[in-house]
């Protein structure tokens, strides 16, 4: 496995929106993308990652079919013209540089929120379709709990993962801090643009449920609330939609207030009611707040949220880079010593089959007593003369030199006609 693993990616650093959205996968058409690249290919230790940031696919094999992954899941996706999307994807094909990749990706180094919180999860999915579909090997177990675990490195040891560093994921930090003990407010989101529809991807992931969507286009808030499982308001109905609701987040376009004093005079605010205007210009003109019980916060005041958030986050990527850079070093460590591994275990083999060929011919002349010593202390033996080379084997993986250790040892014991086969011994 070792120098055969390899990615290509596709993300907002190298695609716009609207091909992002093209490409990106469903459960259901990555598993099937899967599919087929086990089919075409033979591929075992495969991941496909699709977020709405990034399509990725990363696999070990001894050739480079990078390129022929990339065309094929375009095709999937119905873009026959593959020639037009493939100056998006980005190859890495050097087994390291795909494996510092995977690792950077995980810990939220190249989200589009630095620190994102909700990309480890996402790969946590991926990685549960490759060991439901049996197309994670020894390599990638061994890969992906590593990643996890540097993952809780991070957020242990750092402030990486601190604070909302996005404007939509600020505002929806604040929500909670205001409804305090009311753990699932009436929220209105009025605007689906870019901002309005993250905040519904971010109300959605913190498991709030009463929401309801109020748009000019009424088409896209069904299209949101189908996929949230959200209410829909129409946008006629705003003034009784305001008057139902805890918190209202507006982000419309437009060049007046659309929520002024004397439309919230015909809501006769009877509670707290918050206001969360990420509007620019603002949608809720700030004499409201002298009605009792209205409180708003503009997006200057989420902006100081998120900037002061992403100032912590930056500043810790030198430490987060440190912990990604020793865990990769260490993975791979192990992975070299994977080169090594089938011919420790023919030596062990060897070895033992030696031993238990000399025990059986003293057997029939020992009592059962003396066998057991016996047996015992050639086991003691064997564990002191495989100790040695099996250090030595894993020292030269380290300095690259395996292949001559290898050579010597298949010579000297004649291991080509050892089985594989890992037998449990105690050395």
């Known amino acids: 496995m070792l120098d055969t693993f390899k990615a290509i990616s596709l993300s907002h650093k190298t695609a716009p929106l609207q091909v992002r959205e093209l490409i990106a996968l469903n459960e259901e058409e990555a598993k099937r993308l899967m599919l087929r690249l086990r089919d075409f290919f033979g591929l075992s230790d495969l991941l496909v990652i699709s977020t709405c940031n990034r399509t990725e696919?990363?696999?070990?094999?001894?050739?480079?079919?990078?390129?022929?992954?990339?065309?094929?899941?375009?095709?999937?996706?119905?873009?026959?013209?593959?020639?037009?999307?493939?100056p998006y994807f980005q190859f890495f094909e050097a087994?390291?540089?795909?494996?510092?990749?995977?690792?950077?990706?995980?810990?939220?180094?190249?989200?589009?929120?630095?620190?994102?919180?909700?990309?480890?999860?996402?790969?946590?999915?991926?990685?549960?379709?490759?060991?439901?579909?049996?197309?994670?090997?020894?390599?990638?177990?061994?890969?992906?709990?590593?990643?996890?675990?540097?993952?809780?490195?991070?957020?242990?040891?750092?402030?990486?993962?601190?604070?909302?560093?996005?404007?939509?994921?600020?505002?929806?930090?604040?929500?909670?801090?205001?409804?305090?003990d009311n753990h699932n407010p009436s929220i209105l989101v009025i605007g689906l643009g870019e901002i309005g529809t993250d905040v519904c991807k971010n109300l959605e992931a913190r498991k709030l449920t009463n929401i309801t969507l109020c748009n000019r286009t009424h088409t896209k808030a069904e299209e949101l609330a189908r996929q949230y499982n959200f209410r829909v308001a129409d946008f006629a109905n705003l003034t009784e939609e305001i008057r139902r609701a805890d918190v209202i987040i507006?982000?419309?376009?437009?060049?007046?207030?659309?929520?002024?004093?004397?439309?919230?005079?015909?809501?006769?605010?009877?509670?707290?009611?918050?206001?969360?205007?990420?509007?620019?210009?603002?949608?809720?003109?700030?004499?409201?707040?002298?009605?009792?019980?209205?409180?708003?916060y503009n997006i200057d005041h989420i902006r100081?949220?998120?900037?002061?958030?992403?100032?912590?986050?930056?500043?810790?990527?030198?430490?987060?880079e440190a912990i990604v850079t020793q865990a990769v070093a260490e993975f791979g460590d192990w992975s070299k010593e994977m080169v090594v591994s089938p011919t420790i275990n023919k030596l062990k083999n060897a070895l033992e089959q030696i031993r238990r060929d000399e025990i059986a011919r003293h057997m029939k002349h020992l009592t059962v007593d003396e066998s057991e010593k016996i047996d015992k202390i050639t086991r003691g033996i064997m564990q002191k003369i495989i100790k040695l080379p099996v250090l030595q084997l894993k020292a030269a993986c380290k300095r690259g030199e395996a292949e001559t250790l290898i050579d010597v040892l298949n010579d000297l014991f004649d291991l080509e006609k050892q089985s594989v086969v890992e037998q449990k011994h105690d050395y």
């Open 250 to 296: 507006s982000s419309v376009m437009r060049d007046d207030p659309l929520i002024t004093r004397d439309l919230l005079q015909q809501v006769d605010v009877l509670t707290f009611k918050y206001f969360v205007d990420l509007s620019v210009p603002r949608s809720v003109d700030t004499a409201v707040e002298q009605i009792p019980g209205v409180l708003v």
């Open 95 to 180: 087994n390291d540089q795909a494996i510092r990749h995977l690792f950077e990706v995980c810990v939220g180094l190249h989200s589009q929120v630095v620190g994102d919180m909700q990309i480890p999860n996402q790969v946590k999915q991926s990685y549960q379709w490759s060991a439901d579909m049996e197309m994670a090997g020894p390599f990638l177990h061994r890969l992906m709990h590593t990643i996890f675990f540097t993952n809780k490195r991070v957020a242990q040891e750092t402030a990486f993962r601190d604070g909302a560093a996005s404007v939509s994921y600020a505002a929806v930090e604040l929500i909670e801090e205001l409804v305090g």
């Open 57 to 86: 696919v990363y696999y070990a094999f001894e050739q480079d079919v990078s390129t022929e992954i990339a065309r094929l899941l375009l095709i999937e996706k119905g873009l026959t013209n593959t020639d037009n999307y493939l």
């Open 304 to 320: 100081s949220r998120a900037d002061e958030a992403l100032n912590q986050r930056l500043a810790a990527i030198p430490r987060v």
